[in-house]
């Protein structure tokens, strides 16, 4: 799972009032090389929350964005490559995702978060 | 779909790993089920500007659909009950990010922020009641309640889908129009049993000019006629909306709207572009209940 997923997934378990961010657990990070797309980039900015980014890349082991961002920056190639590496390359191998209300972990293995909620949950 | 697999057992114990790797090493299945994405990805009716964009694929099984969205050049998060079929995805190094969940139980996903949704072959498995604690109806409100809140205003989700029966379309089409979609349901093929494909395209929020309703192959715009046979099988498509139901089904409900509500109804569909039958003396008659 790569922080572009991380950035949208917020907990739906029930009761929940703000389940977003859902804070990383890293036991295991893979990193892998993509091609980088600006205009994806400068499309998805405006719906990134960059704070629980910076945040998610950190725990990721990746402490170079900016602690602010705003969308002049999206000129920056500098910039660009930083964004793209911290959204699209880093991969949650293994580990979990906490729900920051209840603290349920949701785990994940080879890569894959297992969302599936318990029936009292739903 | 000579059989129907969703009757035979829930899908994350029909879906386990002998049959997962049956189905994705079935070159007439990433046939078809190639087909069916490309088709959902045109009905998706995204700008043409080239600019990847952010999608779902909700049951996206072994990514064979998935994929038809990385030739596309977008980006996708992918949603799977099925452990086995996630696990071939991942083997087969899918470019989307891939989750473990079940669709009944609402998306995980923050408001506002998917640019479309595909789903191939997977909504009628939700039209079971797999546990004791399942209640379709329930799942599929909780289902489109949740693709409508992460959706982008003017986005659309395309779903494939096999219905049962029209008990299931209707149940199915009603569950989105409860959520706040806009929409209908496009069939190709509609006289050929063996090709025939339904489409349900669906319009989160007021459709804007990018997002308004794309023609559908072969439509003439003039008769939707299901006993019209037709010679050029192949380049029929029929439209209809969710007013086309079932009659029985209709006088059930009793919670009668009345003829001045439907006829404004239908006003505002027509305002925004969807096609809907002309008023006649007909119109909201004994179906009260239903737009
Ligand atoms: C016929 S396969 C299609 C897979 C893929 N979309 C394709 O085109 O190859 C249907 C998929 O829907 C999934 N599915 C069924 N019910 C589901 C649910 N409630 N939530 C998520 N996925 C579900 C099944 O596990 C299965 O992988």
Same mark, same amino acid.
């Given at each position: 799972m790569r922080l572009l997923t991380h950035n949208m997934l917020s907990s739906n378990i029930k009761g929940v009032s703000n389940g977003f961010p859902l804070r990383i657990e890293v036991e295991k990070v893979i990193e892998k090389e993509v091609d980088c797309n600006p205009d994806f980039l400068i499309n998805m900015f405006a719906k990134i929350e960059w704070k629980a980014l910076v945040d998610a890349a950190r725990t990721m082991g990746y402490a170079e964005l900016p602690e602010e961002a705003e /969308? /002049?920056?999206?000129?920056s190639d500098e910039f660009l490559r930083k964004f793209h590496h911290a959204l699209l390359e880093l991969h949650l191998e293994e580990g979990a995702l906490v729900c920051p209300e209840t603290g349920r972990k949701f785990p994940v293995n080879k890569g894959i978060p297992n969302m599936l909620l318990h029936e009292d949950e739903v | 779909m000579s059989s129907r697999p969703e009757l035979l057992a829930p899908p994350e114990i029909f879906y386990d790993d002998v049959e997962a790797r049956k189905y994705t090493s079935s070159s007439r299945i990433i046939e078809i089920q190639s087909k069916l994405s490309e088709r959902a990805v045109e009905l998706l009716a995204?700008?043409?500007?080239g600019v990847p964009r952010l999608l779902l694929d909700i049951g996206?099984?072994?990514?064979l659909s998935g994929e038809t969205l990385t030739e596309n050049g977008h980006q996708w998060i992918g949603l799977d009950i099925s452990l086995s079929m996630l696990n071939i995805a991942s083997e087969r190094e899918v470019e989307g990010d891939i989750l473990l969940g079940d669709m009944g139980q609402g998306l995980a996903l923050r408001p506002g922020v998917i640019d479309g949704a595909i789903s191939i072959?997977?909504?009628?498995?939700?039209?079971?009641?797999?546990?004791?604690?399942?209640?379709p109806k329930l799942r599929l409100k909780a289902f489109f309640g949740s693709l409508y809140r992460c959706l982008a205003r003017g986005a659309r989700a395309v779903f494939q889908v096999y219905p049962e029966n029209l008990a299931q379309r209707e149940l199915i089409l009603r569950s989105a129009m409860h959520a706040g979609f806009a929409g209908g349901v496009v069939v190709d093929y509609p006289h050929s049993a063996k090709s025939r494909k339904e489409y349900l395209v669906l319009t989160c929020g007021p459709p804007s000019l990018t997002t308004a309703t794309p023609k559908a192959k072969g439509e003439d715009g003039e008769s939707c006629s299901e006993d019209e046979v037709s010679e050029d099988e192949e380049n029929q498509t029929v439209r209809f909306s969710?007013?086309?139901?079932p009659r029985k089904k209709q006088k059930v409900n009793k919670k009668g709207k009345g003829r001045e509500w439907v006829l404004r109804k239908k006003e505002q569909m027509r305002n925004k572009g969807i096609n809907v039958p002309p008023n006649t003396k007909y119109t909201a008659r004994k179906r009260k209940a239903r737009f």
């Open positions: /969308s /002049s920056m999206l000129d | 995204l700008p043409d500007d996206c099984g072994s990514g072959s997977a909504v009628q498995w939700l039209c079971n009641a797999d546990k004791s604690s399942h209640e969710d007013r086309q139901r």
